[in-house]
Structure formats: structure tokens, C-alpha cells
């Protein structure tokens, strides 16, 4: 059976009055919980930064979370310092009048003397606004009280000894530092009293609660190198003065000579090590979320109370360093504040564009260090290349002298053959002529000397010798490879002129290379004038240029270089000889170059060519 629209009627308007009243009953609800918070906190303002960590915590977080704004309301009690029933009573009737018209949606305890002055007061104050306790030890509150929520603390003298422990490696003593632990019905130290009593056997426990300030600085500042301060705080010199415990911890701290336990997070900066430290921020913020919970309209009922999150073991990285404490003995999970952040951390930016630029700057010199070895490495490969190739041109060159040398010593060795016969003549008439014998011994010495000259020569050119510096007289190295190639010049009809120099020069130089360069182009000269038909010369002169340079200009009369070949005739395997390899003046250049010099081609104004070689003249 099908339903038709009106049979549905009565369950769509069941429907929307449900609805209806869900968000009626929400809204009258909400409307109920007001949006004031009245802070009690048992302490005064001036007990510190502790209490102030808490309540800027629990502001910001409401602030933040609400949309709506809410007023929130700070009361000191004030309760370390003044006690007793007429104070209570003062205070009572000052908050009824104070609130009389102002309706409070949470009131939040902080301590357990407020919490117990916020119980006793509700039945005529806030009868049923809830409230959330905070800095409240766990021993100080039984069952969770109506309508209220919170979470406890549990601070312990135990905490401290295993943070001294950490810190002291070999931990024998403790000194205790404070307000009399009995005397303190309404802070969460307390309890102390009797954990005092059961402490670790083995250690041996200094009880200087009470004690006057000027005593205690005297006290703490000559303890043994196994002792740790446990230090709870003070309130007054033990004379009547009062003081905010964060000022106790510092003329402590500063007359003390062990490292000093806290138990509360902003003692931390003021010559305390550190320990398990009770954190503030994190107090107010647990208390904030019961708050907005309750604003709400949640039902504190279904709020259990719980232990608070706040207890963290804590340290101090220079008051370490000072004690010369070992990070890896801490409890697990400690944080260690004012430990010097790497640079790079401080300034990730600035680092990350210094360590680009560093390395930039390493790849670059590590670049020009590879490029700069592979050209020395390059060069001496190409030094010993020239050398070899050097040497090889010599040969050749060599090769090529050798039939005129060889004409040249027949010259000296028929002349001392016919001059031993001639002697073996006179011995056979041996007419005691003397005078003549020693004539004929004489030429057939110098003979032979001219013969083993002309090899000496020879050998020397052709000898392969590292590059040699020595001194060089310009003038003898044209005289030596005139010598050289005299009997080739002889035999091609050319006469070779030597125009020396007007002063006495000298270069330093390898003298075979320099030699080897003068070779060439005097061979090259002589084959040039060959095939002339008028006066073949060929000429070598040497001449100062300028008060540091010396040229020296081989010279011909031949057909001399086609102007286009000027710089061709330099290029290795340039030649126009049907013989020839080409090498000869590329070689010659190369070792000009390697001694500091040049060497250049041109023609001569009137006819044939003209080398010039200049070169540095050595300093005297
Ligand atoms: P090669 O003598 O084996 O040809 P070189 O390098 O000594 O090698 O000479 C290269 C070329 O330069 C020669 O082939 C020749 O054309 C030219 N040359 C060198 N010296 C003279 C000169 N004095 N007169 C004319 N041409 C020359």
C-alpha cells in the first residue's frame, strides 16, 4: 500500500517541531552560560612570571577560540602572604560586592587555596557556575567536586634528585632550598615534607628550608663537587623581608657553587640548570580548553579530572656548559633551551646563498686549477715535442751537410797523408834536416786537428741534450754554422760575408738550439742563391737594436718570398722545395719564442730575403 502525501502530514510536522526544539533548547542554552571568566588566582602579581605565563596563555587561547567576545576578569587572593579568617572574610564580601550585577560563566582557580576558597564561596556567590582548577598537586584534591573540573600537577622532590642525578654524574648530596615545606599549606610544595624523609638512602640530603638569605649564600657557595641545590622557592631573607622568589633564585644563583634543580619552567634564564619543570603556557591553555568547554554548555560531569600535560624535563644549554654537564646523560625527551643554533640555522637564507656562492667559487678555482695543469702539462708536452722535433730537423739538416762534410775532411786527411809521406821521404835521406821534419809534423798536426774539429762539430749539432742555458756571443754562432756549412757554400759558388757586431754582446740562450736556428736559415739562404746567376751572398750580421735587444739578419741576394707567403713560411709543413719538409722555420720560430724572442720574414728593398731574429741581450 502506498502512503499518500496526507498520511505523511503528521510526520513531517513532528518532524519540524523537533527540530524546532533542538535548536530552541541550544540557543536558550547557550544563552545561559555567560561570557565572563573570573580568573582566582591564590598568589599575588608580584610572585612572577610563573602565574603570568598561565593567565596570558589562558587568555590568548579563549581570545583566539571565541567568536563572541568574552570578558574575563583577574582576582589575586594573595594568600601566601595574608591568612587567617578576618582576611578570608575581607575578601569574600569584597568579591560579592565587586560581581554583585556581574554574572560569571567558568570561575578558574589557579592553586589549591583558590580552589578551596571557590568551593567554600559558590553556595552564596556562583551558585551554579562551574569551575576549573589548575596548579592544584594531586594529594590536594580528593573526589571531583560538583560542577567542577581541572587538572592536578605532580610535583616531587623525587623529579628534582633524578634531574641532579642527570646533571652530577656522581651525585652524593643534595641541598634543599625553601620555604618550610610544612608551612606551606596552599602550595603544591607541600608534600615535600614528607618525601624529604624517604629519599634515596645513598644520598645524603642538606634540609636548608628556612634559612636566612644571608646565610644561604654563604652555605651554597662552599658545597662539594657531589652535591646538587634543589631549590623551591623563597619568599622572604628569613628576616621579614619579602621577596619574589625569581629574585631569591638569582642572589642564590650567583653565590652559588653547584649547579642549581627548579622545579618551575620560568626560573629557567635566571642561573637555574633546569629539571622536570612544571611549563605554564601549557597550564593556561589546558584550563582554556575546560573554559570554552563549559562556555559551551558542556556539563563539567563529563569532564573527569585529569593530570596536566605540563611537567617536562627542561634545561638550560649555557648553565650546562658552565657545570659542564653531558647532554647524553639528560632524561629522554629533554629540551635544552639557549643551546647556540647553528649560523646556518639563525640565518638559513644568508647561509644557503654564501655555501651557493662558496661552492660556485671552489668549482671555479678547481676549474682554473685543472685548466691551468693541463697548460703546464701541455706546454712541457709541447717543449719536449719541440725538442724532439728539434733534434730530428737536425739530423736531416745533418744528413744533408754530411757529402760536403765528407769532401771537407778528405781536404785535412790527403793533406796529412801527403805530409806523412813527405816525412817518411826525409827519414829515408835522413840528412839530420830537421827543421823541415818538425815543419811537416806540425802541418800533419794541424791537419788532424782540423779534421776532428770538423766532427766535433757535427757531433755537437747532432747531440740530443736538454735545453741548456749559457752565455752566447752572437758573432761566434754565425761564425760556427758559417764553418758548418762552408764547404756546401763553397760548392753552390755562394760566399758567405759575416758582418759583426761593433761592441762585444752577449745572449743566453741553449747554444745548439740557437744554432740549429741559424742553420736553417742559412741553408735556406744558400738554396735560394743556388740557382742565381749573378754574385751569390749570403750574409749574417749582428747588431745591437737597443739597449735590451740584439738582431740578428740572415740575408741573400736570391728570388726571395712571394709577399702573400710572408707568414706562410712559418706553418709547419709550409714548402715549396720538391724536398723539402717544411718544418725548418716553424722549429726556428718556436725556438726563438722559447728564448723571449721573435723572428720575422720579409723581403729585402732591392732583391732576395731577409730573416730577422731578435733577442733579449743579457743584463751585466
Ligand atoms: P723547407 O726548407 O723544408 O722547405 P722551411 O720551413 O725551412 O722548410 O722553409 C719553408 C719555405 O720557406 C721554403 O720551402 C721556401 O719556400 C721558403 N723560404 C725559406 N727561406 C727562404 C729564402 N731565404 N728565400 C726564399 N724562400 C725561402
Known sequence: MRASGRDLLPIYCAFLAHVFLVIFTHSVFAQAVPRSVLILEESDAVRGQFYASIHAALRTRILTEMREPVSIYIENLDLVFFDGQTYED???????????????????AIGAGALERALKWRADLWTDTPIVFAVVDSNQTQAQPHNTTGRTIRLSLGDMVSAANAVVPNLKRVVVLGEPFESQSATPFRQFASEIKALSPGLSVVDLTGMPMAELQEEVSRLPGDSAILYTPIYSDGSGAYFPAAEALQIIARAANRPIITPVETYIGLGAIGGYVLVPRIIGEEAADQVLGLLAGKDPATMPVMESASLKPVFDWTVMERWRADPSRLPVGSEIRNRPQPIWRQYPLQS????????????????????SRRRRRAEADAHARMIELAHVNRRATAGELSTALAHELNQPLGATLAHAESALIVLDTMSGNTSM???????????????????????????????????????????????????????AGVQLLHIPSVEPLAIRGDNIQLQQVILNLVINAIESVRASNGKRIVVGRVARVDISTVEIVISDNGPGIAEDKLAAVFEPFFTTKADGMGMGLSIARTIVETHGGHLKAENKETVGAKFTLVLPLMSQ
Not at 449 to 470: C, F, H, N
Request: hydrophobic letters at 50%.
Open 90 to 108: 575581607g575578601l569574600h564580601e569584597l568579591l560579592r560586592e565587586k560581581y554583585r550585577g556581574r554574572d560569571i560563566g567558568v570561575v578558574v
Open 352 to 371: 644557503a646563498v654564501i655555501a651557493i656562492i662558496v661552492l660556485m667559487q671552489s668549482g671555479f678555482i678547481a676549474a682554473v686549477l685543472y685548466e
Open 437 to 491: 821534419m818538425a815543419e811537416i809534423l806540425s802541418d800533419i798536426r794541424n791537419e788532424t786537428l782540423r779534421a776532428s774539429e770538423i766532427i766535433v762539430r757535427l757531433r755537437r749539432l747532432l747531440k740530443k741534450t736538454p735545453t741548456e742555458l749559457e752565455k752566447i756571443d752572437p758573432d761566434q754562432l754565425i761564425e760556427d754554422v758559417f764553418k758548418l756549412v762552408a764547404t756546401q757554400a763553397l760548392e
